[in-house]
């Protein structure tokens, strides 16, 4: 069954605290996109993998971090230097021949207590 | 830089009805450009990717359209239906060599009413 994952569902933090989300795709897709949505609000480029080994910042990287160590995988960090990051976080893949179409994961809603 | 606009922010038809949804973009040097749907708290669901050679792409009830030089596109729905109701977000590409990012635009809300 391919398709995008992400875990957790539901994440809590408290200030001061890194939480690192998890997005696995089985699509063989070469590039991975991190994207926060704020309510009501379209959705904001962080962080983008076009090849293991790489990634590029998007228009909101300040106070996150990622690795592409494997081509299934992209974490992405918020760490404490991120002021405002209660939002949800949706990761997508797509490949890097034809259409280029993106697909996204179910998201990450991330609340700081 | 890219800017996407959606407008009408929110929307609500009745039944049956065809719903028109329009996209406009600033710069039209675009890659292709993606419709997609999200329900509330989910991700989203990509309906139509119209690349930037093409005019139109059609899936069942759906049609969008795209006017490149005049920076819009529009998103047909035909006789719409309750479980229709959600987000309709639209986001193009900028050119490839840029990693194929997309921008956002900030969504229509729909509501079909039975």
């Known amino acids: 069954d391919g398709g995008i994952t992400q875990s957790p569902k539901y994440l809590f933090r408290k200030e001061g605290q890194n939480v690192t989300l998890s997005c696995e795709q089985n699509?063989?897709?070469?590039?991975m996109y991190w994207y926060r949505q704020d309510p009501g609000q379209g959705l904001r480029l962080i962080y983008y993998s076009q090849i293991v080994n790489d990634f590029q910042k998007g228009d909101i990287a300040e106070g996150y971090s990622v690795s592409r160590e494997k081509k299934e995988s992209f974490p992405l960090t918020v760490t404490s230097a991120q002021k405002n990051p209660t939002a949800f976080y949706l990761c997508?893949?797509?490949?890097?021949?034809?259409?280029?179409?993106?697909?996204f994961g179910p998201g990450t809603r991330l609340t700081v207590l | 830089k890219q800017e996407v606009t959606q407008i009408p922010a929110a929307l609500s038809v009745p039944e049956g009805e065809n719903l028109v949804l329009n996209c406009s973009f600033t710069d039209s040097a675009i890659y292709n450009l993606q419709w997609f749907r999200q329900d509330p708290g989910k991700g989203l669901t990509s309906l139509l990717l119209?690349?930037?050679?093409?005019r139109e792409q059609t899936s069942g009830r759906l049609n969008a359209s795209l006017d490149k030089s005049s920076g819009r596109s529009t998103l047909y729905i035909a006789a719409s239906q309750p479980g229709d109701s959600a987000t309709y977000l639209c986001a193009v590409s900028g050119p490839r060599a840029a990693g194929n990012k997309l921008t956002f635009g900030g969504g229509t809300r729909v509501l079909v009413k039975p």
């Open positions: 699509l063989n897709h070469d590039a």
């Open positions: 119209i690349q930037s050679s093409q």
């Open positions: 997508a893949s797509s490949p890097s021949r034809g259409s280029n179409e993106q697909f």
